[in-house]
């Protein structure tokens, strides 16, 4: 029998995988969402890569073109300190983060130290001036966070300002 001619040959070739193509897409169309997730990961890690690359080599680039620091400013270690002069020996800071943490806790708010922001505010009115001072040398002392300080700060501010008289006082001033 004589073979038929290729063109042919490839129809039957191309419609026979193309049949199974179509039985096999049931199963494919079940890993499709992984698939995409997957190849869209990968092409986003391969774009993270390729921009790190480029900005090392730009750094190299340009590391040419401005001379490097011998020592940073910022760097600077305990050891790099000079000691006190005739001001006896210099205070050990561990001695001293040793006290701070030994400290009481203000009398005023005696968890102040584990209070948020917000619920320090929430008991700034239940507070006298010198229990607000009391908190802001506490403060300054230990955490110094500034929200806080600025807080405090405003706060004796308030209370110490004479209120104007005839002038409404709004909640948010007290």
Partial sequence: MKPLPLPVRLAAGLAVTAVEQVRKLPQQLAGLPVTVVSEALQLSMRVQQRVTELAIKGDDALAGLRPAE????????????????????????????????????????????????????????????????????????HAARPEFTGMLSRRIANLNAPAAPDTPVSPDTQ
């Fill in 70 to 141: 011998d020592e940073p400013a910022w760097a600077t270690f305990d050891e790099d300190e000079e000691p006190a002069g005739d001001e006896g020996p210099a205070e050990d800071p561990w001695e001293a983060e040793e006290q701070a943490l030994a400290a009481e806790p203000p009398s005023a708010l005696p968890n102040y130290d584990e209070l948020t922001l917000p619920q320090l505010r929430a008991r700034l009115r239940t507070l006298s001036v010198p229990d607000l001072e009391q908190l802001l040398r506490h403060e300054r002392t």
